[in-house]
């Protein structure tokens, strides 16, 4: 079992819509978790963390379900420019007490005019 | 404020050859890391170095695959002999120290990769 699964997507979506990623993780000594945007041919780039009680930002709403390992990400009223691919990540205290940050595949998100 | 920087953007050898990246971090930065990205699949952590110590390389195929970090800046990742299979986009990324007592948000700053293709 991978350790980060998500969605594979692709999901095509017009603007407007609201749309929802999940992810799953096997570890349960996970410490924190985030949600990273990558572009085509772009580098990741942190979107946001994910609290246990939930957060927001803007159009964008991250859970975390500690006790099902599941973490998701809801994106209301889709924009032209939300079209990536958003990647799960999971950070785990390795041995000496370093962090590991474990990426998901990706989610392909296209949001159609 | 200057980013990560990597290069080269693109090489293309054949297989059984060497190649070697460069990545200079963001100034300050104590962490250091390298993913491999094949395509369709999400980063997937090489090694990791804090300062100019390795903290985690258990993914790295150590019989082909070295990297160093010299002086606790910059860093090469260097494939001898190169695979069909390490085709790939080599991401470096940095962040400030991380402790379980200094917890910062988590974020990694990536430099734009090294996209290999191995004929």
């Known amino acids: 079992r991978k350790e980060v699964e998500q969605d594979p997507g692709p999901f095509n979506v017009p603007e407007g819509a609201t749309v929802a990623f999940n992810c799953t993780y096997s570890?349960?000594?996970?410490?924190?978790f985030f949600w990273y945007r990558q572009d085509c041919r772009k580098e990741p780039k942190l979107l946001m963390s994910?609290?246990?009680s939930g957060n927001e930002d803007g159009r964008f709403t991250a859970q975390l379900n500690r006790a099902s390992q599941y973490i998701s990400l809801l994106i209301r009223d889709s924009k032209l420019s939300d079209s990536a691919t958003y990647l799960c990540?999971?950070?785990?205290?390795?041995?000496?007490?370093?962090?590991?940050?474990?990426f998901g595949s990706g989610t392909q998100l296209t949001v159609l005019p | 404020e200057a980013g990560v920087a990597q290069s080269p953007r693109y090489k293309i050898i054949e297989k059984r050859q060497s190649v070697a990246f460069w990545c200079n971090p963001i100034?300050?930065?104590?962490?250091l890391y390298w993913y491999q990205q094949i395509l369709g699949q999400g980063p997937k952590l090489l090694i990791q170095?804090?300062?100019?110590?390795?903290?985690?390389d258990s993914q790295l195929p150590k019989d082909r695959f070295s990297a160093e970090r010299l002086k606790g800046v910059d860093s090469t990742l260097k494939i001898q002999p190169a695979k069909l299979e390490d085709s790939a986009v080599y991401l470096c990324?940095?962040?400030?120290?991380?402790?379980?007592?200094?917890?910062?948000?988590?974020?990694?700053?990536f430099g734009e990769g090294s996209r290999l293709t191995v004929l």
């Open positions: 990324a940095s962040s400030p120290l991380w402790t379980l007592k200094n917890p910062n948000t988590g974020e990694l700053f």
């Open positions: 570890n349960s000594a996970s410490q924190s």
């Open positions: 990540v999971v950070n785990i205290i390795s041995s000496g007490s370093a962090r590991q940050l474990t």
């Open positions: 100034s300050g930065h104590a962490t």
């Open positions: 170095f804090q300062n100019n110590g390795v903290v985690d």
């Open positions: 994910v609290y246990s």
